[in-house]
């Protein structure tokens, strides 16, 4: 009886790539953000003056709500976006990009389709009420840029929008 | 002495049924309650002085792997009666046996400039066999930690006949900043949260990666345009470009094939989100469905022939299952609440999900055609489950609630048994487990 047997000892080389840096890109900042991207923030103008997108985002609005997982443009959502195709069709050097948005209860890729939905059924409303559709784009942020942090639906109800980001056109359509 | 270890080993085997097990060292994983392997590690012995570091270092990690699946428990080295000094030293069972250690594995570990080997013999106890042949890695002392791994993937799977998962990698995203202003990168770790590196910067938000078949590329969603887009990213050196999918608004949530020429994703147009095929190499697109409703989270069977994917066409999120070309779907999902992100299992036989039910958030597996439905786990926001390359563990994210609310990676094994937190400093998420590596 052999207590100890003598197996063969079966070499395999690993490709071990050293990474020296863990970090390629350096700390990163800013993460390309909704509502930031155009017009709507620090927007020049007046608020009263009517042609300004200060106008357009405090006085008329530059977005709508939602009830849960529904992309419906609600009664009062027509009142503001009858205000916001007024002013498109005023003001024809803007374009905008309406971007969707959902609350946090619901998994990241419905959530992001569910953003894009209502961001459409606002650009159906505008276009229905006669601004080119060549002027308007959508995207959705799904959940992932809420405005309100907390986990109730008094927060859930504000990040449940479509937001309307105006942005300065050479097109003129 | 080596003469009277031989007597004594005869005489206890000869006096009978002293074995505290009966059959070869075996482990049949099932969902039941099991109970662990015990095993011991004395430290590695080390062949040269430059090795000692790396001796210990590496028995611990064999250690925390093992123990960490929950499927094996340590017997502590305070407990050892013999020291195992030599790799080629005959194994003194009994003094094993008397401490209750099924498995006993003993290693070397030599280092040579920046070359550094590691050798290991597995040994059942109760039977005084070795198990398996001797096995050696080498690699370099920067990937010491890839060689335990080929340790315990080679203990773990001569033990439970099952393939391992130790030495394998995760990308994912990795999250700072508050709520309404989180960073998101690509990174990827080892399988225990070791070896963070960062993929991407966070200057534009990036979702959901998918790693290839083979660990080469990932697949992510980036909104560097504004516009949710594919990009596919060459993990080697980190090159990334966009993926030219059929013309749309937005694309996102992309798979690839097995064999990694097509990637299936999500297409939306017009309010309407569908499932397409893009083949990398013809540039070809195919419209997989048709309904005006939400269909994404597209995932496609090990053999290739069907696609597993959630849709709303019946109010809310279901599971549905159609074939790789598209046509007719069948809905698999019937229980309460919604269900998304199904992942089908590398086994073939099962699909993990995400599923929101009564404010409460679950990760669930169940059989193909929706049977023996499992819920794993429930917390305010678990979702997108991924599998070991094993099939016996699923990594997820969870979300915690409120304001200051941040996100982590978990694991958990399929039996629901093992859950335990990712350990990384920072927030995560959307993980994606990569293949055992070469």
Known sequence: ?173 | MMKRLLTLLVALMLAGPVLAQNGPLRLTITDGVIEPITFAVPSFEAESPAAQQAASDISRLVVQDLAGTGLFREVPATAFISQVSSFVQPVAFPDWRAINAQALIVGAVNVNGNQLSVKFRLYDVFSGQELGQGLQFAGTVDGWRRMGHKVSDAVYSRITGEGGYFDSRVVFVSESGPKDNRQKRLAIMDFDGANVQFLTDSSSIVLAPRFSPNGDRVLYTSFESGFPRINVLNVANVGRQQLQTAPGEMAFSPRFSRDGRQVIYSLSNGGNTDIYRTDLSTGQHVRLTSAPSIETAPSLSPDGSQIVFESDRSGNQQLYVMSANGGEARRISFGQGRYGTPVWSPRGDLVAFTKQNAGRFHIGVMRIDGSEERLLTSSFLDEGPTWSPNGRVIMFSRETQGAGGTSSMYSVDISGRNLKAVPLQGGASDPSWGPLQP
Request: charged letters at 20%.
């Open chain 1, 1 to 173: 009886m052999t207590v100890f047997k003598k197996a063969a000892i079966v070499a395999l080389v690993l490709a071990t790539a050293a990474c020296t840096n863990p970090d390629r890109f350096g700390g990163g900042a800013g993460a390309g953000g909704a509502d930031g991207a155009g017009l709507n923030t620090g927007a020049a103008g007046s608020a009263s003056d009517p042609a300004s997108p200060l106008f357009f985002n405090q006085t008329i609005g530059d977005r709508v709500l939602f009830a849960v997982d529904t992309s419906t443009i609600t009664p009062e959502g027509q009142t503001i976006l009858d205000g916001q195709a007024q002013w498109l069709l005023t003001n024809a050097d803007y374009r905008a990009v309406i971007e969707g948005h959902a609350d946090e209860q619901g998994t990241r890729e419905y959530n992001l389709a569910l953003g894009q939905r209502r961001a459409n059924a606002v650009r159906e409303y505008l276009v229905s009420r006669g601004v080119p559709s060549t002027r308007l784009q959508v995207t959705s942020f799904g959940k992932e840029r809420p405005i309100a942090i907390c986990s109730e639906e008094s927060c859930y109800a504000q990040n449940r929008r479509a937001v309307t980001v105006l942005s300065f056109s050479d097109v003129t359509s």
